[in-house]
């Protein structure tokens, strides 16, 4: 019989299927993934403990440790049967055995069993509810109980048996900062805050108020609720002067959680460091039309700009690939020809695109749009740069340069230093087929700016073009009379 087929026995098999296996050449002490005993698969899974007496009458390790060092006793924890914890702590296995992370027994019971009763089992027998594990991961069971269990009851006998409700994990959050950033019941929220939980600490690490943080990253807004209930501050700032708004609209993307904070009271209005509001930062990063939605339906202003200058539109074509963005914002009444304060206008934004080299940001269906809307190509921005050149100096797509001048983008005029959409190419960007794409439209390779460079001369400072075939092409095409 093959290990694999004896561990699935073990997980679900009746005394009388595991006997039957065994007699078939089962090995009763392999190892599966892990290190993994079959002991410890049915210690996990299975609720009998004749079978388990099975596996041990035939020779089972009860001692054996698998490659974590977790012992038989921390299988059994997450086990929904307390008849198996029990039965192992009768054998005499110990409570308070640690895994090679310093985790014991309780800790596992605590993160992923929903099941009370083997936690109370574990503390009749002496587990130690405030033992830390070591690291940077470093946790307790109350710390694990909070961020992954939603059974409350949980959380509610480790509290009973004394486990520190002000305890913080190696990143320094305490068991409320957990639940509220990842657990989905709010009931767990309501337990801690009831036995002392401090609502107003924030994280060591980042200095983050719990409500942000919640709304950063938990998908259930009644956990935003629970919180603003208590008197959690809807508008107080952490990170970068970031509200719990703009981190909804930001990071967790979930419009019900930033309706539950816009009805809270949320200021739409409030700005970062920056001078971004939520909306600003929802139309940069979400690809969720409603969230823009519940923000304009609060009020957000879609034509503030923050210390650049640029808007809500302007931050959606730059950054969003989500063309929906885009008309939910022009529907609302974007402007459509405004400028920041370098004079780029909202086609230069989107012809740039987002410096970050991956697909966010460089999305051609959004400039088609806006170029059917009768922007104008050829507008220049406060250094006399145009669409074309942004696209050429940034944008590594040459679909984008191609869809410029094809809507009439002038390929050989230059800013006001003489620079040239095929110099900016040349010089600045990765792509071979940004500068193939202008050279193929007609791009002059002799033009010269005010210093007297060509576009070849400035690719040789380019590693990503120098020593290309396009880069010959260009030199070539420089020194043609």
């Given at each position: ?230 008197g959690a501050d809807v508008n107080e700032k952490g990170i970068g002067g970031a509200t719990a708004l703009m981190n909804a609209a930001q990071i967790n993307r979930n419009p019900a959680v930033a309706k539950v904070l816009a009805d809270a009271g949320a200021d739409v209005h409030a700005v970062d460091e920056k001078g971004a509001t939520a909306l600003m930062r929802a139309s940069r990063y979400t ?195």
């Open positions: 019989m093959s290990d694999e087929l004896f561990f699935e026995i073990c997980e679900k098999g009746s005394p009388s299927e595991i006997e039957a296996a065994l007699k078939a050449g089962a090995n009763v002490n392999a190892s599966g993934e892990r290190g993994m005993k079959p002991l410890m698969s049915a210690a996990k899974k299975n609720g009998s403990v004749e079978s388990l007496k099975v596996l041990l009458d035939s020779g089972a390790d009860i001692h054996a440790l698998d490659r974590g060092r977790n012992s038989v006793l921390s299988y059994a924890a997450v086990n929904s049967s307390p008849a198996v914890v029990r039965f192992f702590l009768g054998l005499g296995l110990d409570p308070n055995s640690r895994n090679r992370e310093g985790k014991t027994p309780i800790m596992w019971a605590a993160a992923e069993n929903t099941n009370p009763e083997p936690v109370r089992e574990l503390i009749k027998a002496g587990a130690d509810v405030n033992a830390a594990s070591s690291g940077l991961g470093s946790t307790t069971a109350l710390l694990e109980a909070a961020a992954n269990n939603k059974n409350p009851d949980v959380t509610k006998v480790l509290l009973k048996a004394g486990a520190d409700v002000k305890v913080r994990n190696g990143l320094r959050l305490t068991p409320l900062m957990c639940a509220a950033m990842s657990n989905s019941n709010p009931a767990v929220v309501e337990v801690l805050l009831e036995a002392g939980a401090d609502l107003n600490e924030k994280d060591w690490f980042r200095g983050q108020p719990i409500l942000a943080n919640a709304a950063a990253s938990n998908p259930n807004p009644a956990v935003l609720t629970a919180l603003i209930k208590a690809r969720e039309p409603e969230v823009i939605n519940v923000l304009l339906e609060a009020g957000a202003d879609i034509h503030a700009v923050d210390k650049n200058g640029l808007t809500a539109l302007m931050y959606a074509v730059r950054y969003n690939v989500d063309g929906g963005l885009l008309e939910t914002l022009l529907e609302a009444g974007a402007d459509l020809h405004g400028r920041d304060l370098d004079g780029l206008t909202v086609l230069m934004h989107a012809a740039a695109g987002s410096p970050e080299p991956n697909e966010e940001g460089r999305n051609p269906r959004i400039l088609k749009v806006l170029l059917s809307l009768g922007i104008d190509v050829n507008a220049r921005d406060g250094n006399e740069r145009t669409a074309l050149m942004h696209a050429a100096r940034e944008n590594w797509r040459a679909s984008v340069i191609a869809e410029l001048i094809k809507s009439g983008a002038e390929v050989n005029t230059g800013d006001k230093n003489g620079w040239t959409a095929l110099m900016f190419a040349a010089y600045e960007n990765p792509s071979p087929f940004v500068l193939e794409q202008l050279l193929n439209s007609g791009a002059d390779a002799k033009a010269e700016n005010r210093e007297g460079k060509k576009a070849a001369d400035l690719a040789a400072k380019n590693e990503k073009i120098r020593g290309t075939e396009i880069y010959e092409r260009l030199k070539e095409a420089s020194q043609q009379d």
